[in-house]
């Protein structure tokens, strides 16, 4: 059973960057088809797409994200981590990382086959 765990600073404070792990335990991330992805959900503007990094490790992004977002991966770890610079309190949401077979699922949370938990990543002095 694949499982997915974010992990990283619950606080940080505003202009620096962000960085969010998510741990993949079950399977690999290099197996074929899939795809791992960051989104994101505050009570302001609900579900959000960062970006996503492919099978084969192709990085790509929403048009609002892909100035400030940076998705990576280690093969060795299983792990892949979201990077965001120069954070505001409007980055201030639950960070989820997800997996699935699609390439373009983006904000529709059904497209995805597995989620982790979610972490609260707050932006404040």
């Known amino acids: 059973q694949v499982q997915l765990r974010e992990s990283g600073p619950g606080l940080v404070k505003p202009s620096q960057t962000l960085s969010l792990t998510c741990t993949v335990s079950g399977g690999s991330i290099t197996a074929s088809n899939y795809y791992w992805s960051w989104l994101r959900q505050s009570p302001g503007k609900g579900l959000e797409w960062i970006g996503s990094?492919?099978?084969?490790?192709?990085?790509y992004y929403s048009a609002s994200h892909q100035r400030r977002a940076s998705i990576s991966r280690d093969t060795i770890k299983n792990q892949f981590t979201l990077q965001l610079t120069s954070v505001t309190p409007e980055d201030t949401a639950v960070y989820y990382c997800?997996?699935?077979?699609?390439?373009?699922?983006?904000?529709?949370?059904?497209?995805?086959?597995?989620w982790g938990q979610g972490t609260q990543v707050t932006v404040s002095s």
């Open positions: 997800t997996g699935g077979d699609k390439p373009s699922a983006g904000a529709n949370w059904d497209a995805y086959d597995y």
């Open positions: 990094i492919s099978y084969w490790g192709n990085d």
